[in-house]
């Protein structure tokens, strides 16, 4: 009701919710009690371990926390505080390798055998295939370096690994006709 206030009229809303117009006031200038004032001390401390962990820990690793500092609480007071205030623990993303190396695929020789200085333009280019994660999977990135200027002459971007053809003919039509040989 009181949240409520500006937009419907306070008499309206007791009518509505069956409760008395002087009780609702009574309830309005009630002090602090002291139930909710350890509820909000409690409520502080969680925030403040919370904030103190970088914002990784849980309900569970909380109450752990409080517990070894002398606090009395319980798990599910911790997760129900930390629900209400939209507390929520960041988790790391754990790292997955996406690389297969046993295949049966033809690998491009070491043409360059780690000579990596051209003398003019366009005499060499090196490529990259990396992953990048984001919250709606990864994205794969292929890149096309010219040793020369050691600049990125052209890449790729895509939800899935792409075959070597395919980056190529993205390639053809994205660099300059000159580049392609």
């Excluded at 409520?4 to 008395?20: G, P, Y």
């Excluded at 509820?39 to 371990?49: F, G, N, P, R, V």
């Excluded at 890449?155 to 040989?181: C, E, G, H, Y």
């Amino acid at each position: 009701m009181y949240e409520n206030r500006s937009q419907f009229r306070v008499e309206k809303m007791c009518i509505a919710l069956v409760v008395s117009k002087s009780g609702y006031f009574k309830w309005l200038n009630r002090p602090i009690s002291e139930r909710q004032k350890k509820h909000e001390k409690l409520s502080q401390e969680i925030l403040k371990t919370h904030l103190e962990f970088k914002q990784r820990y849980g309900s569970v690793k909380i109450t752990k926390t409080l517990k070894k500092r002398g606090v009395k609480v319980s798990e599910r007071t911790v997760s129900r505080i930390m629900t209400k205030n939209h507390w929520k623990s960041c988790t790391v993303k754990k790292y997955k390798a996406t690389t297969n190396s046993r295949h049966h695929h033809p690998v491009s020789e070491n043409v360059l055998n780690r000579q990596f200085k051209a003398s003019k333009p366009n005499q060499f280019w090196v490529t990259d295939i990396t992953y990048i994660p984001t919250n709606e999977g990864w994205l794969y990135l292929a890149t096309v370096m010219d040793l020369y200027s050691r600049k990125i002459i052209g890449w790729a971007m895509d939800k899935k690994m792409v075959t070597t053809q395919t980056l190529w003919n993205f390639l053809k039509i994205n660099l300059p006709s000159r580049l392609i040989s």
